[in-house]
Nanobody, 125 residues
Framework: QVRLVESGGGLAQAGGSLRLSCAAS????????MTWFRQVPGKEREFVAG????????DVADSVKGRFTISRDNAKNTVYLQMNSLKPEDTAVYYC??????????????????WGQGTQVTVSS
């Protein structure tokens, strides 16, 4: 069973950058697709980005395309989300998620069974 711990959240000004990390325990990390979701109060979790096991396939939501980059380092069991040109509407709790039941990138939160605790990102205008 993979366990996930996010870090790197915090306060940023509009136009600024933050880099989120998600460290995974367990020896199956390199076999898992990894994703980032975000959630604001009263709304469902929203897909942000996903990356395949090898890193060869990446999917990024239109709302962050061109500003956010997902990457992974299988040697370090870590997936990253580089967030540039931040906007106030990027304010949310960011979660990483994974599964070992399929190997494609899916955009639906309910499909993922393993989640981190989340990290708050707040962007001020």
């Amino acid at each position: 069973q993979v366990r996930l711990v996010e870090s790197g959240g915090g306060l940023a000004q509009a136009g600024g950058s933050l880099r989120l990390s998600c460290a995974a325990s367990g020896d199956t990390f390199s076999r898992n697709v990894m994703t980032w979701f975000r959630q604001v109060p009263g709304k469902e979790r929203e897909f942000v980005a996903g990356i395949s096991r090898s890193g060869g396939n990446i999917d990024v939501a239109d709302s962050v395309k061109g500003r956010f980059t997902i990457s992974r380092d299988n040697a370090k069991n870590t997936v990253y989300l580089q967030m540039n040109s931040l906007k106030p509407e990027d304010t949310a709790v960011y979660y990483c998620a994974t599964t070992n039941t399929f190997f494609t990138i899916r955009r639906t939160a309910v499909d993922y069974g393993t989640w981190g605790q989340g990290t708050q990102v707040t962007v001020s205008s």
